[in-house]
């Protein structure tokens, strides 16, 4: 992929001529961008994973005809018409006869003779076609061969002029800003005719139109607005229109990304086959779990085009994207940012608020507590976070701000000096009687060998590093920091985990993020952005808090994606709980046999028709033919045998463990899809290399 941005934080890049895309702003040597037909192409209802522009819903009757080959279908045709043509022949003599010798009058008049002769061949020739037309499938031939032919022969006539109001018609269903025109925004439409616009730039003005549709009073000032800035009004704070190297094929009207396409096979219910598959806020809002080993493909083919496209949907104004990944994983060029957080690098711009702006003290030390402990000390949680309130709530009430790492960790470990200038600025606030208790069990915890807060001191130490300079500062002296508050605002934020030179602190940020994020997206008062988080290694940002919140996320217009290497990297007690947690469910090739054991039990089964064949061997009939199976067996050496075929209904699984895990084919996947309305696709094979 190209990497057309610009990288500041020691990123490797590769370079590769971007793909030119048909539905790119025009500029930069792509071809000219055709908004109408874009906006105005037909985009029919479909099943959830369907990527509905350019979608032609497929008829059953003909999609089990299409198994067809040619010849067989022209020779069945071919001897239904010669059985047909005698059948109409003999048909109408047989029902003439039948006529005249019952309800025939003497001496019929010409007028009568020919309308009963007419009826009796209409009604013969009817039945003939339903019948031999049916069998000899002449519609599915009529179909592939004869309309294809026709319109390719028959030439289409020019409109008269009295047929002018019904073009004129048709020509008001291809223009983008016709809603513009009849709402009273003329000016603004006329200006946009003139104007080189994307399909970003289309969505973005539609959206402000619509929010300006909701009272009169805004409509002038949106007229005003595209009136002096043209393809730009409205536009992303950032200003920009466009991500640089957008590779994927994307339907922002519909918020779609294409990933790949459904294969053609049985096990794919029948409106998914050879349809496009993709993704949009509609599925993404049940949250996606995706497990399959490194080098199968779940970053560049999954977690990189869906953060394209929730970067892309920020700038038109619909979503807002948080993307969590290591400092070197393929998740886009840092331009494709706005906030590029990058603890560890000296040059990143932006610091993160390890309490999330959360206006609770002790909400917020709770979530910062939870992050801090590793996965085998969670039976202490409890006690961590009431030890951690005890000193962040004093502190907040005293200086009007949460402490920095450094004064955290000495207000945990019990440092005299810190404590007594944090009672004394309590005394001056006038807040000791409040906060008095909590500070007296903190010291009086100090040095028992089960005190949490010693615990918390340690694994604070991990931030604590000279790498980590001012990217957690909280008294302004450090990096700007962000706080997961700003979910309301069409942003888009790349974390860069220092992965490699500090693991250990690495996977505190990642639950630290990932469970802000979950906690803001819950919170938010104003919904109409789809916040969308995406997390290239999920294994270590996942608690019980974090999943709970991704069922209460489906409410508020936010989901995430979700990628691990194997199930096993997570806690027993949460691979189940996950599960359900999330309605989406991605396995990549080569899962265990374990992972696939959830992934099978998840699916559950369905209904297959079994065909079963039992041979016996044939004793009927009487000497000759018994004398005749004495002969061919001393001849040939097999014993002749009776055939017998039984079909009946039986419950297999949808996916076996044993075909996830060996059955997969490279740059495939299996994925179940559940949309926020509740309706569900059951699991389809989807080939995600193109």
């Known amino acids: 992929m190209a990497q057309d941005g610009a990288h500041h934080h020691g990123e490797r890049t590769t370079t590769r001529p971007p793909t030119p895309m048909p539905h790119q702003r025009p500029g930069g040597g792509t071809p000219s961008f055709d908004l109408a037909g874009w906006a105005c192409a037909p985009r029919p209802d479909a099943d959830p994973g369907v990527y509905r522009l350019g979608y032609r819903p497929l008829d059953p009757e003909r999609a089990e005809a299409a198994k067809v080959a040619t010849w067989p279908l022209l020779l069945r045709a071919g001897l239904n018409a010669v059985v047909a043509w005698p059948a109409f022949v003999y048909g109408t003599q047989l029902m003439l006869h039948l006529i005249v010798m019952t309800v025939w009058v003497e001496h019929p008049s010409e007028t009568l003779v020919t309308v009963v002769g007419l009826s009796v061949n209409v009604l013969v020739a009817v039945a003939v076609i339903k019948i031999f037309g049916r069998m000899g499938r002449w519609l599915e031939v009529w179909r ?3 309309a294809p032919l026709l319109s390719r022969t028959v030439t289409q006539e020019q409109p008269a002029e009295e047929d002018a109001p019904v073009v004129a018609e048709a020509a008001r269903g291809q223009d983008p800003w016709d809603g513009l025109r009849r709402g009273g925004a003329a000016e603004a439409a006329a200006r946009l005719d003139g104007e080189a616009l994307g399909d970003v730039d289309y969505v973005r003005i539609r959206r402000a139109w619509e929010s300006a549709q909701a009272d009169p009073v805004f409509v002038p000032a949106f007229t005003e607005q595209v009136a002096t800035r043209g393809a730009a009004a409205f536009a992303h704070p950032s200003e920009s229109r466009e991500l640089p190297g957008r590779a994927e094929r994307h339907d922002l009207l519909l918020g779609q990304v294409r990933l790949g396409t459904a294969q053609d096979v049985p096990k794919n219910p029948l409106g998914h086959r050879a349809a496009g598959f993709a993704l949009d806020p509609a599925v993404l809002g049940t949250s996606l779990l995706a497990v399959g080993p490194a080098g199968t493909g779940k970053t560049a083919r999954l977690a990189r085009p869906v953060a394209e496209a929730l970067c892309l949907q920020a700038l038109a104004g619909t979503a807002c994207a948080v993307v969590v990944g290591a400092a070197d994983a393929d998740l886009g060029p840092d331009s494709w940012y706005d906030v590029v957080i990058a603890p560890g690098d000296p040059s990143s711009l932006y610091g993160l608020d390890l309490y999330g702006a959360a206006r609770d003290p002790d909400e917020a030390a709770a979530r910062l507590a939870e992050a801090l402990l590793p996965d085998e000390l969670t ?15 004093p502190f907040h009430a005293a200086y ?15 440092e005299p000096d810190v404590l007594a200038a944090l009672v004394k600025a309590l005394g001056v606030a006038g807040r000791l009687a409040v906060h008095e208790r909590d500070l007296e069990y903190r010291e009086r915890q100090r040095g028992r060998a089960d005190d949490p807060g010693a615990l918390l001191a340690d694994r604070l130490a991990l931030l604590e590093r000279p790498a980590f300079e001012g990217a957690f500062a909280t008294d302004g002296t450090g990096r700007p920091p962000f706080a997961m508050r700003a979910l309301d605002h069409p942003l888009r934020v790349r974390v860069k985990l220092p992965e490699r030179s500090h693991p250990e602190a690495a996977r505190m940020l990642s639950r630290l993020v990932v469970g802000q994020f979950v906690q803001a997206a ?11 988080l995406v997390v290239d290694d999920a294994s270590a940002a996942l608690d019980a ?4 919140g991704l069922q209460r996320m489906r409410g508020a217009n936010a989901g995430a994606v979700l990628l691990l290497r194997t199930l096993v990297d997570l806690p027993e007690a949460l691979r189940a709980p996950l599960f359900g947690a999330v309605g989406c469910r991605m396995a990549f090739p080569g899962i265990a046999p374990w992972d696939g054991k959830l992934f099978s039990e998840a699916w559950g089964t369905h209904l297959v028709q079994e065909t079963a064949v039992t041979h016996t061997p044939d004793t009927s009939g009487g000497v000759i033919r018994r004398a005749g199976r004495i002969g061919r067996k001393a001849l040939s050496g097999t014993t002749a045998q009776t055939e017998s075929v039984t079909t009946r209904d039986v419950e297999r699984l949808r996916w076996s463990p044993s075909d ?15 949309a926020v309305s509740g309706e569900q696709v059951p699991p389809l094979l ?5």
């Open 144 to 146: 592939r061969y004869a």
């Open 379 to 393: 039976a202490r949680a409890e006690h961590a976070r009431t030890a951690l309130q005890q000193v962040v709530g």
């Open 400 to 414: 009007g701000r949460y402490p920095g790492v450094r004064a955290l960790r000495a207000l945990l470990a019990g």
């Open 522 to 532: 819950g919170a938010r008062e104003d919904r109409s952005l789809f916040a969308g």
């Open 545 to 548: 808090n974090t999943v709970r």
């Open 660 to 674: 996830l895990a060996h059955a997969l084919p490279a740059g495939h996947a299996v994925v179940s899809l559940t």
């Open 686 to 690: 989807v080939d995600l290399r193109g």
